[in-house]
């Protein structure tokens, strides 16, 4: 969506552009006309004046692209606080799954809630890789067990524990999850990965789907070209999670505790 510049008849000069890019690539000229100009191309696609434009005066390569919804104004009125706080606090990692596969219309939507994560200059870098034969979740998990089994730290904490659960056909580094996704990237974006997984784990638990972050894998995958070649990934990968229909259910928030909050005059308790 390359910005092209503004439509003049559109325009009313209410300025919000020029407050709010941040790039700060808008300007009034000695006219009092409002202009886009980015000769140095500092634009970061981040579509913020398109959004804030009251008029739609934003002219851009495809004028046919942008969406609107009801309360798109009022974001606040969309989910309560303590709609969203109960999910936050009802979101659990799951670590048992049905073996039910999730059709892909659904995992469509979860890969679209990611795509509004915020990103460092709007870079959106990663990528996804999904894998959902249970074949190669497998021989995946096995490698990645075998590459941790050289490790006798790791050996001597967890390997009989892993051991154990395997001897029970339970899959401990992917939970015999029916999916897998890969975040994977080329250039260093691990904090906006991070918030991509999250956005994508938390629009997954609304759609009735769980969702466990896999550190294991991730570490597994910068140590080891084999399993990297083995999942058929390119790239760096900096994030992956199971995802699949809950065989669990939760039947009370875990306690987290109170957090310390520097700056306060007084310790305030939770609220809600
Ligand atoms: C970066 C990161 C890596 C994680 N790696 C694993 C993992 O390899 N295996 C696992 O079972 N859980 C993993 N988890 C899940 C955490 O253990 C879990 O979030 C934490 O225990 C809190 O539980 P909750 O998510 O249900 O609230 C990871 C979480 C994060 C954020």
């Not at 692209?65 to 109960?86: A, C, G, H, I």
């Not at 084999?226 to 699949?244: C, D, E, F, P, Q």
């Amino acid at each position: 969506m390359p910005i092209l510049g503004i439509n003049d008849e559109k325009c009313i000069k209410c300025m919000q552009c020029v407050l709010d890019c941040p790039a700060l690539l808008f300007d009034e000229d000695k006219t009092g006309k409002i202009i886009f100009s980015d000769p140095n191309k500092l634009c970061i696609l981040c579509g913020h004046c398109i959004s804030v434009c009251p008029e739609d005066a934003i002219l851009r390569e495809k004028m046919e692209d942008v969406e609107t919804f009801p309360n798109v104004e009022n974001p606040e009125k969309l989910v309560s606080y303590k709609s969203l706080f109960q999910l936050f606090r009802a979101k659990r990692s799951i670590r048992q799954y049905k073996k039910d596969k999730v059709p892909q219309e659904m995992l469509q939507k979860v890969f679209d809630a990611m795509r509004y994560a915020p990103s460092g200059a709007n870079r959106r870098a990663w990528k996804y890789f999904v894998i959902s034969d249970s074949k190669k979740i497998k021989a995946l998990s096995d490698a990645i067990i075998q590459e941790f089994t050289r490790n006798p730290t790791f050996q001597m904490m967890l390997g009989e524990k892993f051991k154990k659960k395997q001897e029970r056909n339970i899959d401990p580094i992917f939970y015999n999850a029916p999916h897998i996704i890969i975040l994977y990237t080329f250039e260093e974006s691990q904090v906006d990965t991070g918030i991509a997984m999250t956005y994508g784990m938390l629009a997954a638990q609304t759609l009735g789907l769980g969702t466990c972050w896999i550190g294991f894998a991730k570490i597994a995958f910068d140590l080891s070209r084999k399993i990297k070649n083995l999942a058929g990934v390119k790239g760096r990968v900096s994030g992956v999670m199971t995802i699949g229909y809950p065989n669990v259910r939760y039947h009370r928030c875990p306690p987290r505790g109170q957090v310390k909050i520097k700056g306060f005059k007084k310790e305030v308790k939770q609220i809600i």
